[in-house]
Structures are given as C-alpha cells and as structure tokens.
C-alpha cells in the first residue's frame, strides 16, 4: 500500500509542478490580422477595398521597450511584449487603429489592426 501512496502522491506533485510550468510560461503580448485600404481610390461593389497588409512592420513603443512585428502575406502578426500601454506605428499607410493599446501580463490576445492608406 505504501508503493501506491508514494506513486499517487509522485503523480500528484509532478501534475501540479507541470501545469504552473505552462501557466508561468503564458506568452504575453498580440497576435493577429492586419488589413491595409482602400486600395484603390474607388471602390466598387464586389471588389475589395481593403486587403491584408502584407510585410508590413508594427512598431510597439513604451518607455524603455520598443518591440517590432512583421506581416505575413496574409496580414498575420503576433508579437511578445512585456505588460503596459504601447503606441503602435506602421511602416506603411498613413494612420493604423488602433494606435494605442494596453498589453495585460499573462495574456496572449487577439488584436486585429487597420491600416488607412490616405486614398480617397
């Protein structure tokens, strides 16, 4: 019976040991899509407007903390960032919404981005 205990209590330890190992190694910071539009400076009705923003560079600022993400093809991003309030700039277009955000420790958000290119 004392074999038994030992290896419930083992078994025990070594489940809890492991999920506050995963729950400490929680990635903090955004992940998601960005698009970028219009496109064109007219839109029409069944074409598009917008589209992914593609290799475009998202700078995150704080005091002390600058963190750079990079586009995919597909517009996706994500970016690990430690907790605070960040300005967000792009390489490209004229302005990106939204431009200020707030990163909550422990979280790995999903946060799409607009990207105005100014056409009008």
């Not at 995963?22 to 910071?29: F, I, V, Y």
């Not at 992940?31 to 589209?51: A, F, K, S, Y």
């Not at 979280?107 to 105005?116: E, P, T, V």
Request: with cysteine.
């Amino acid at each position: 019976m004392k074999f038994w205990t030992k290896l419930l209590i083992t078994a025990a330890w070594l489940s809890l040991t492991t999920a506050s190992a995963g729950a400490a190694s929680t990635a903090t910071g955004f992940h998601g899509h960005v698009t970028i539009g219009p496109l064109q400076p007219v839109c029409r009705e069944g074409t598009p407007c917008d589209g992914p923003a593609k290799g475009v560079t998202l700078t995150f600022t704080k005091p002390n903390v600058v963190r750079r993400a990079v586009t995919t093809t597909t517009g996706a991003y994500r970016v690990l960032l430690p907790a605070g309030f960040y300005t967000v700039r792009a390489n490209r277009g004229m302005t990106i919404r939204p431009a200020r955000v707030w990163v909550h420790r422990g979280y790995d958000a999903k946060l799409d981005f607009a990207i105005d290119t100014g056409l009008r």
